[in-house]
């Protein structure tokens, strides 16, 4: 064992080695017998690489292209608005009552493994009084460089990597002076077509966080034009029965997409919206949740008939009822005419407050539909990914692919006994198969639940990187408790959480190097003393790895034990053999935990070292 190092008068720490474990030269001048020292620097809090923001509160939602990231993040540490008082407010649960913000964007050119704070700030955001420091609720990237994003609120554009946000005309300003039914409540997502030079911003809206309803929807911004001028596309009324559609009942838009492949052609939506049962239609269940499109100038559910969301595939059906978030997933060959002509697939991850209602749902093109009157449609399919007659909320879905060959990674909040904990379900067979992380990214439950934006469940945030059917690469962002931005890149199956780390390091414990000095190995303990934790702070261990960056790879929120098994020792064999041991593990015992894949996943031994005589043996080195 290796003696504790520790902060002195608030210096940060410095981790210092043998250079010649490194393979780094002599100075000419240095006696060859003489032993070099040079500071070895640990993973580093705050700018400029923001591997740890001990202030983070949470991560999400985030976005990728290339090598090109960019998360959302409530972060206690950003400067308050107008009004506010530094250092009063500390717990964003409570902040609904002050006018700070704390939401930042933040952006990585090289896949996550540094980060760097974009412009946007309390000084881009113009915020809602009813809603003070909303969270970001969702990312749109057009490339590397050119990102829209909004804060339930308003929707803001880059074209400059973050240099600079614009605010587009704000929807909800423009609706109650100039459209008939005024659009209230929450932006709930985000997306971009584009005809030529004419860009066109689509919004979704929940009015349920509004005090008046009938005021969600689906919405258009003509980006081009003069004024950006906002149009509604009626989502619950321009659709068959005609005329009235869904009536006065009350529409809800979870999420919204363009055509990604043809839309200057097509003019193609699509739209997860949620329909609460007051239309009065005897043709209407009483509630239901359904994936809905329209194209050009025609009404939705006219051309490809709506996709009812069947919860367990039930007869009779039994809808999606609650939902609170949902995510498309679309093919990179997505042909939306082919909706109606052949089996055209893409998939939807749910989030329901009603714990059966959440999963992957598979929506199959070319099958006939009950739709009122009768149109070529889509089939939905519940595809149970955490096992038959289970229900999983899915706050995150990507994948890879053309459609009948995906690629898929899921992220949510698991069924019992795991929920509260961010899980991550991977198939590679189209949907058929799904299988659990083995090692799951860091985090907890959604801290803002006081907001009425979503429950306290875990809400992992997920995104894939370009080549990820080849490369299993994909990027997680999580919210609450030891949160973070994660990297998985076996596909799902293990993650190491890389950057935004929602932590500080109080004590180094114990070091390894390699032999070859590629690898460091280092143990520490951590202080998670950040807004959402109770006071007196609280303690973790954790195991970092560094091969050019830092990722951690074990934090004992994450042991295979349960919490408390605490990683204080570590030892690399020759041969890449990884030890770690815990000094107060299981039955009070030493218990050393082995990797042979250095560090993706660990296993304890089986007993306890020594105790003959049924009493523990101490353990002073190994």
Not at 292 to 305: A, D, M, Q, R
Not at 521 to 533: G, I, K, S, W
């Amino acid at each position: 064992m290796k003696r504790k190092l520790t902060k002195i008068l608030g210096v940060g720490l410095a981790f210092v080695v043998i250079t010649s474990l490194f393979g780094f030269a002599l100075p000419m001048s240095a006696d060859p017998g003489d032993v070099i020292w040079e500071p070895f620097p640990i993973p580093p809090q705050g700018a400029p690489t923001y591997v740890m923001q001990a202030s983070i509160a949470s991560t999400g939602p985030i976005e990728s292209i290339g090598d090109t990231i960019y998360v959302a993040a409530w972060d206690d540490d950003m400067p308050v608005a107008a009004g506010g008082v530094i250092g009063t407010v500390d717990d964003p649960v409570t902040n609904v009552a002050a006018t700070t913000t704390e939401i930042q964007i933040y952006r990585s050119v090289n896949g996550g493994r540094t980060f760097a704070r974009t412009a946007y700030s309390v000084d881009t955001e113009v915020i809602n009084s009813a809603n003070p420091g909303f969270p970001i609720t969702d990312i749109c990237i057009i490339d590397a460089n050119t990102v829209y994003v909004s804060n339930g609120w308003d929707i803001f554009k880059t074209i400059d990597g973050g240099a600079n946000w614009i605010p587009l005309t704000n929807l909800f300003n423009y609706g109650a002076a100039w459209l008939p039914w005024p659009p209230a409540g929450v932006i709930t997502s985000i997306d971009v077509g584009v005809i030529g030079t004419d860009i066109y911003v689509f919004a979704g809206v929940n009015d349920g966080f509004a005090a008046a309803q009938n005021g969600g929807g689906a919405f258009v911004c003509w980006e081009w034009a003069l004024g950006m001028p906002w149009e509604q596309l009626r989502i619950d009324t321009n659709r068959p029965p005609t005329p009235g559609g869904w009536g006065a009942g009350t529409a809800d838009v979870f999420d919204i997409r363009a055509d990604p492949n043809n839309f200057a052609t097509t003019q193609a939506i699509l739209a997860v919206a949620h329909y609460d049962g007051t239309g009065g239609l005897a043709s209407d269940p009483a509630q239901f949740t359904v994936v809905t499109s329209k194209h050009l100038g025609h009404e939705w559910n006219s051309y490809v008939g709506d996709a009812a969301l069947n919860v367990g595939n039930a007869t009779p059906a039994v809808y999606v009822t609650a939902p609170y978030r949902a995510e498309m997933w679309l093919p990179e060959n997505f042909d939306y005419h082919l909706l109606v002509t052949s089996g055209m697939e893409y998939f939807v991850g749910i989030a329901s407050t009603v714990a059966t209602e959440g999963d992957v749902y598979q929506i199959i093109g070319g099958v006939p539909n009950a739709a009122v009157p009768p149109v070529p449609g889509s089939y939905p399919f519940d595809l149970n990914i955490a096992g038959p007659l289970t229900a999983t909320d899915v706050s995150g879905l990507d994948g890879a692919g053309v459609s009948g060959a995906a690629t898929l990674l899921a992220a949510g909040d698991p069924p019992a006994p795991f929920a509260g904990i961010p899980m991550l379900f991977r198939s590679a067979t189209n949907g058929a198969l799904w299988f659990p992380n083995a090692k799951g990214p860091t985090g907890n439950v959604w801290p803002a639940a006081a907001l009425g934006l979503y429950p306290a469940n875990a809400m992992p945030f997920v995104t894939v990187a370009d080549d990820f059917a080849t490369s299993g690469v994909a990027w997680i962002a999580t919210q609450g408790f030891d949160c973070g931005v994660s990297l998985t890149e076996d596909f799902g199956s293990t993650s190491n959480t890389i950057g935004l780390i929602a932590t500080d390091i109080d004590l180094l414990l114990d070091f390894s190097v390699s032999a070859d000095g590629s690898l460091m190995f280092l143990a520490t303990d951590d202080l998670l003393a950040t807004p959402f934790v109770p006071t007196p702070a609280t303690n973790t261990n954790s195991i970092w790895r560094f091969d050019d960056f830092w990722e951690r790879i074990w934090s004992d929120t994450l042991s295979p034990l349960g919490a408390g098994d605490d990683a204080d020792w570590v030892e690399l064999t020759p041969d890449g053999a990884l030890f770690t041991l815990d000094a107060d593990g299981l039955a009070g015992a030493f218990t050393i935990f082995r990797s042979l894949d250095l560090g993706q996943s660990f296993l304890p031994q089986l007993t306890p070292v020594g105790g003959n005589d049924g009493v523990p043996d101490a353990v002073s080195s190994w």
